[in-house]
């Protein structure tokens, strides 16, 4: 996953400016003789001030827009910021043209395995390029942990800046000073888990700080940014959206448990996997299923060199799977990602061959056989035909033109994945 904490995803997602100190207004009350909570760089949460954004904002007037936010997210939230958090605004050609976005060859290979046997990027793609398309496009702000930044994304040539998405990495920033947004987990479900802790709080942060507009609140005006148009992959963004979609409802539950005490708590023990997520009552008790796979492949196919070298793709991603191969029903639950218990897995290469096998455990045989049977028929929404027990081949004139084959034993199913039948056997013999 990007390093950089997304704002908003729509189904779509400044020169660099040090904050300024105050300018063009005055506090509600008197300054404080040191920092204190609600009020930042010279201004107080309930201050009113003086700026004009309808034809950009100042580096000024950006420097009091940042500041009297940054000392309502602490009012809010009840936390303070240690330090000031610079922000820049740019514009979507100056993003794509140098977006944060870092991909090696390798892992790229291997991540195109797990992408494929989603059955969301197929072997016409590399997913490193769609998931640059999608960011270029979708991307609205970030902040950036390793440089302590935020950068916000305007599709107009004016610095203008759209309210919620500064409040939202301005959330990102406390979190990072607060509790650390350290290095990301090592798997596709627990990254999804851990972004819905991350961006779940900021996206509920942003969402009360709005409703306090135009009524507790005066706020500047908001111009959103929108989509920055291009090409956006509709499976992918909505595994990437997750977090966003899904992430709120979590921290809000966790909350009402404990208040922001136990949201504070979630820091120090993220939830494991999308299905916590997704089930709040789940968490922290129902752990996910440690799934090994044995290595059975032959002299000449081999595992990636890479770290790590197996994927959990969780219970959200395999529910987006369903959504765009042929289930109709939207969401990130449903009956056939429900009983997800754990899963791995491992893409294998000879060459610029490549395979992969995929082995979930579920709670009980017939959430397993649930699942047996709707990926057959994913597949056969690819026009795969039957080559034996088992045994599916998907057309070449398919972007998932492979041989697959998809067995059940109890509550665990597992999928081998090949260039062709004979070579099934050859990456995982039975």
Known sequence: MKRVLLVTLLVVLSGCATLGGPDGAGSAAEDPSQDQLGWEGGYWYNDSIDVDESDGLSESELGIVVNRSMARIEQMRGLEFNESVPVEIINRSEYRQNQPFEANATHSKWNNQVWEALLLVGEDRNVSAVFEDAYGSAVLGYYSPSEDRIVIVSNSDEPKIDRGTL????VHALQDQQFGLGDAPETQDAQLARNGVVEGEATVIERRYNQRCGGEWSCIESFPSGSGGGNIDRGVITVISYPYAVGPSFVEAIEQRGGWDAVDDLYDDYPPSTEQVSNPSQYPDEEPVDVSIPDRSDSEWSRFDHDPVADTAGQA???VLFQMNGDASGGYTGPVSDGWGGDTLIPYQNGDQYGYVWELAWDSRADAREFHDAYRDAL??????VEGDGV???????SFGDAFRV???GNRVRIVNAPTVDDLDDIHAE
Not at 167 to 170: G, M, T
Not at 380 to 385: E, N, V, Y
């Open 167 to 170: 409040v939202h990495e301005l």
């Open 317 to 319: 991603s395999i529910q």
């Open 380 to 385: 056969a929404s690819h026009d795969a035909r």
């Open 392 to 398: 599916y081949v998907v057309p070449e004139s398919s």
């Open 407 to 409: 067995t059940r034993d």
